[in-house]
C-alpha cells in the first residue's frame, strides 16, 4: 500500500484551488438557484463527461467497478450480460469486486449516447442542501460524477497529468486524501476527487462548460475493501454528524 508521501508527489495539497489554467473562454453559466436546473444540465452533460472519462481511463489503465449484475429466471448471474454493468457509486457488493477496462462496461458506453443516465439521488443532494450548504444549489458539484480504479500510483498520476493537459478538461479543484495534511484517522480512507468542467465546443454550444463535474481516482486495494456493509456503517455515522 502506498505511503502518504508517495501520492502527496501526485496531487500535492490537499485542495488546488480553482483554477489551475486560466480559463479560455467566458464562463458561460450565471449561478444555478434551482435544482431542477441542475438536473437538467447534469443530465445533458453527463454523456459528454462520460467520453471524457474513458480517454482518461484509456490513458492511465484505469478500470470500473462491475456491480448489479443481470440474472436470468433462475436468479442465476447471466453469463452473456457479466460485463453489462459499472459502478457509478463506488460501492462493492460484499461479493468479492470485479473491475473492467472500458471496452467491457457496456453500461457506461451506452451512457455516453443519453441512455440509462444515473445521477447522484435527489434525496442525498437535499441531504448536502440542508446540512451543509446552506441550501445553496450553486455549490453542488458532484451531482455528474464516476470513479476509475487503479493499480498503481503510477497509473493514477497519469489520469491526473492526462487531465491537466487535455485542453477540453478545465480542472477546479483536486482534492488530495493521500496528502499527509488529510486526517484519516477516522476511517483509514484514501482517494483523490477531481472536480473539473467539461470545455468542448459540445459542451459550449450547450452552455454547460461551467457544470463542475466529479471524477474520484481510487487505488484497487481501498476499492476492494469498500464493502456495502462498510458503506452503510460510513452513511451511519455521517447522519450522526448531520453532514
Known amino acids: 500500500m502506498p505511503s502518504h508521501r508517495d501520492l502527496a508527489a501526485v496531487a500535492g495539497r490537499q485542495w488546488i484551488p480553482m483554477l489551475l489554467r486560466p480559463s479560455t473562454s467566458p ?5 444555478i438557484s434551482s435544482l431542477d436546473q441542475l438536473y437538467i444540465q447534469a443530465a445533458v452533460l453527463e454523456p459528454l463527461f462520460l467520453n471524457k472519462v474513458r480517454d482518461i481511463a484509456h490513458a492511465s489503465s484505469g478500470m470500473f467497478l462491475l456491480r448489479n ?3 436470468d429466471r ?3 448471474v447471466d453469463a452473456s450480460t457479466q460485463d453489462a454493468t459499472a459502478a457509478n457509486e463506488g460501492v462493492v457488493s460484499s461479493q468479492r469486486p470485479r473491475y473492467v477496462a472500458w471496452d467491457h462496461a457496456q453500461h457506461l458506453q451506452r451512457m455516453t449516447t443519453g441512455e440509462g443516465i444515473l445521477l447522484k439521488s435527489v434525496d442525498r443532494i437535499i441531504e448536502k442542501l440542508t446540512r451543509s450548504y446552506g441550501c445553496d444549489v450553486a455549490v453542488i458539484l458532484d451531482l455528474v460524477r464516476q470513479c476509475i480504479v487503479f493499480d498503481s500510483v ?10 491537466c493537459n487535455d485542453p477540453e ?9 493521500f496528502s499527509a495534511s488529510y486526517d484519516a484517522s477516522i476511517f483509514g480512507y ?12 459540445a459542451a459550449h454550444q450547450l452552455r454547460l462548460s461551467g457544470h463542475v463535474c466529479e471524477l474520484q481516482l481510487i487505488l484497487r486495494q481501498f476499492m476492494d475493501h469498500k464493502t456495502l456493509e462498510g458503506h452503510k456503517r460510513y452513511v451511519e455515522f455521517r447522519n450522526k454528524r448531520c453532514e
Do not use: E
Open 69 to 71: 449484475l443481470p440474472r
Open 154 to 163: 503510477t497509473d493514477m498520476l497519469s489520469a491526473i497529468q492526462f487531465m
Open 27 to 31: 464562463n458561460q453559466m450565471q449561478r
Open 74 to 76: 433462475t436468479g442465476s
Open 169 to 177: 478538461i478545465q480542472v477546479q479543484r483536486i482534492k488530495n486524501r
Open 190 to 201: 484514501r482517494d483523490i476527487l477531481v472536480n473539473c468542467c467539461i470545455t468542448s465546443r
